[in-house]
């Protein structure tokens, strides 16, 4: 092997040594012009209609879609629906979900505190959401967040609209709620202190 080779070859490891990224992510309000990137590219093209319903309910004051942004880009995402209907189950979270390669990062975690947060700003002192069963990862995530499963689910009939909780869809998924803890500081905007 000549030196030009040699030399060739350490470069070539070089570039190819594993290397640390820090990542700025700010989770806010989602605006008009995330909606093509919630789709993720093609991912979820198919809740093209989903997503503009949940956003024109944004705009009603019927729901908060938060993301976390980075560079720009939504790579996760919570809805909170404070118009689910039940007042037990407090504000409902939806569509809960992190972009595949930075999951286990911890930004679901900030998405689902920022979602908490959000619903106490409401005046709402729980949060619930539901999981499918089967989807045991994401239901010990949300038990690590100091939600438990409702079992028996409660009745809440079948009437079909969006973002309604139904019998139906309490075969297949847990519903689980959360009571939030009164922050001082939360306790005290909320009387205007
Ligand atoms: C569920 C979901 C939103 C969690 O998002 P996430 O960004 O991966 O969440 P976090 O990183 O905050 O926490 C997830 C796990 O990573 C771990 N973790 C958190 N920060 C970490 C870090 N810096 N390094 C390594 N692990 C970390 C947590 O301990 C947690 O572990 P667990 O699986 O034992 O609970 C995400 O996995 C997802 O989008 N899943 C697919 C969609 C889905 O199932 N959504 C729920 C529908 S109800």
Redesign the pocket.
């Known amino acids: 092997m000549d030196v030009a080779q040699a030399t060739g070859s350490e470069a070539l490891r070089g570039v190819l040594r594993p290397f640390q990224l820090e990542l700025r992510v700010a989770i806010r309000r989602a605006q008009e012009s995330d909606l093509p990137g919630l789709e993720w590219f093609g991912l979820f093209s198919g809740h093209r209609d989903i997503i503009r319903a949940a956003f024109d309910r944004q705009l009603l004051g019927d729901m908060e879609m938060l993301v976390a942004d980075l560079n720009g880009f939504p790579v996760?995402q919570v809805w909170i629906d404070f118009r689910i209907g039940n007042v037990e189950d407090g504000a409902s979270l939806w569509a809960?979900?992190?972009?595949?390669p930075?999951?286990?990062?911890?930004?679901?975690?900030?998405?689902?505190r920022a979602a908490e947060a959000a619903a106490w700003r409401r005046g709402e002192t729980v949060t619930s959401?539901?999981?499918?069963r089967r989807?045991v990862?994401?239901r010990?995530?949300?038990e690590?967040l100091g939600y438990a499963v409702v079992d028996p689910p409660p009745d809440y009939g079948d009437d079909g609209t969006m973002g309604a909780r139904t019998a139906t869809l309490l075969q297949t998924q847990w519903l689980m709620r959360k009571p939030l803890a009164p922050r001082r500081e939360a306790s005290d905007a909320r009387r205007g202190a």
Do not use: Q, S
């Open positions: 996760g809960v979900r992190v972009l595949p930075l999951r286990r990062l911890g930004i679901g975690e900030r998405l689902m959401l539901t999981v499918e989807n990862d994401a010990r995530f949300y690590r």
